[in-house]
Nanobody
Framework: QVQLVESGGGLVQAGGSLRLSCAASGSIISINAMGWYRQAPGKQRELVAHITSDGSTNYADSVKGRFTISRDNAKNTVFLQMNSLKPEDTAVYYC?????????WGQGTQVTVSS
């Protein structure tokens, strides 16, 4: 079994920054890719940022230039640095890990951006 534990969410004013972290633990042989998704009230869950084991990244258009995803493969940890936050970034952010057998999800962390 694999567990993902997120941290770093909270309340911030527009224009501020937050850094999310997600640590994977358990029966891990290797993680192919990790990512961050978000879900706002009344909306579907959407991809925010994704990073492969070799460091290739992709971002949702809405966050390009503001968010940066990175990972520490040795610690099975992924980070999301979020700058210039906007009220529309308000959502529950979920960590995702793609392993050989299946995908795993964290419990989610709330990010609220006030105007």
């Amino acid at each position: 079994q694999v567990q993902l534990v997120e941290s770093g969410g909270g309340l911030v004013q527009a224009g501020g920054s937050l850094r999310l972290s997600c640590a994977a633990s358990g029966s891990i042989i290797s993680i192919n890719a990790m990512g961050w998704y978000r879900q706002a009230p009344g909306k579907q869950r959407e991809l925010v940022a994704h990073i492969t084991s070799d460091g290739s990244t992709n971002y949702a258009d809405s966050v390009k230039g503001r968010f940066t995803i990175s990972r520490d493969n040795a610690k099975n940890t992924v980070f999301l640095q979020m700058n210039s936050l906007k009220p529309e970034d308000t959502a529950v952010y979920y960590c995702n890990a793609e392993l050989l057998d299946r995908d795993y999800w964290g419990q989610g962390t709330q990010v609220t951006v006030s105007s």
